[in-house]
């Protein structure tokens, strides 16, 4: 399992930077100019038109109020949460927030770094600030704003994610753990390894399906917006839930199969060691290929024509407009149908290519140039073995594994899959005896 945790370095990298890109700041404390004539002169001089009955009853109210003084009505709004400070404690700071205020309506700072030193919480109501700068005075409005209302209230983006102006250490974290992978591989051998396996390439998926889930799992408390909207949290939540379920899984019965595979490779359980010459390897890789590729363009015939038939039924007798509908859809699917039936046999043979040209094969499994098969494991049974002779020396295997037909009735049926294993020059013998060992399933009771 150790030899898998490189693997993951990168992916995982990849996805902490993501994450630190789109990461918020915390809070921030909005700092704005407090206009008392104007909000004086909104609240006690109300607009000519206004329509609905809200509107109505609040322009009636404000008429029926008494009138106050610019004074009376500042010590009325800000008897609850006026604070004072001097600009001479932080003179140079202060400048950089008036200066700031001639340019943009409100500025932001994080609580930490703005300038009272009290209070340093600032609660989600206004607090009013009385900054002395003698013989002037300033008033300012402190509000503070959590992560999810910085796009409404404009904050911008290099203090919304404040991570994004460190770009370049972001890309030499990645640099490195690159670095670190490249030299960190060892060279390239011939040798067989659980790792680089399609067993150890699924194990690694699933870990990080895990990985991602608690990551998305811990992206609301990580990134302070449970108070907000909840739509975002609480997807995050279930997605990450689901694949964090799904991937610790996965991965823990992908984990057994990666174990049991190292042991064959060690020689634990192995009843069979073929190395094969690269002509023997070129000659049966390129053999399987054709003949996977005339299964596969047979099976795509037979979809065709079916789809062929169902488009013109359809066609014939039903409404033109929604036959043409299924039709398309019919044509995206055979497309989709033709696409794996072209890629697998090539992505099949490119794999085996890399070699190693191996065969390792226990009772329970096999290993075959990095593909590996696995017919005791959960549903899965071995079916048939035997011994092809001609046109080439071949051990032909075939298994089956339960799945499942309809998930509403609990229908079951077998998937089969047949294998072929080529046997190198000298060894007939030793697979004529494999036969024998390799028993099927019902001929075990």
Known sequence: MKSLLPRLSIPVVILA??????????????????????????????VDTRFGAMAIARDFLQRQ????????????????GMIEARIDEHRHSWTAV???????????????????DAPRQIASAPIYLLLRDPPEVHFLTLTRWPPWDYTRVGVPSNQHYP?????PYLVLAFLAVLSWRTLSRKPATRTAKAADSTTGAVLVFTLMMLVTGVMLLLLPHVYGIWEGDMGLPMASSMIGLL????????????????????RLLQGDGRIAHWIYTPEEWRDFVHAEYGERRQSARATLWMIGIMMLLVGGAFMLFVDLEDALVVA???????????????????????????????????K???YLGGQTHFWRAWTARLESVRYIDQPRPLLELAYSQLQVSDPKTLATHRAWMH???????????????????LKPSRERH
């Open 17 to 46: 930077i993501l994450f630190a890109w789109w990461y918020p700041t915390p809070v921030l404390v909005g700092i704005e100019a407090t206009n008392w004539a104007e909000r004086h002169e909104r609240d006690h001089a109300p």
């Open 65 to 80: 109020r008494a009138a106050t003084s610019l004074p009376v009505y500042i010590d009325e709004r800000s008897r609850e």
């Open 98 to 116: 008036l200066e700031a205020l001639e340019q943009a309506d409100r500025v932001f700072l994080e609580p930490a770094d703005w300038i009272p």
């Open 163 to 167: 991570f994004r102006d460190r770009w």
């Open 243 to 262: 694949l964090a379920l799904t991937g610790l899984i996965t991965s823990a019965m992908f984990a057994g199969q990666y174990r049991q595979l190292q």
């Open 328 to 362: 398309a859809g019919l044509a995206g699917v055979f497309v989709l149908v033709a696409l794996a039936a072209i890629l697998a046999p090539r992505l099949s043979r490119r794999r085996l290519l890399r070699g190693p040209f191996e065969a390792h094969i226990g």
């Open 364 to 366: 329970d499994l096999l």
């Open 419 to 437: 294998l072929r294993i080529p046997v190198p020059a000298g060894h007939e013998a030793e697979a004529r005896g494999l036969v024998k060992q």
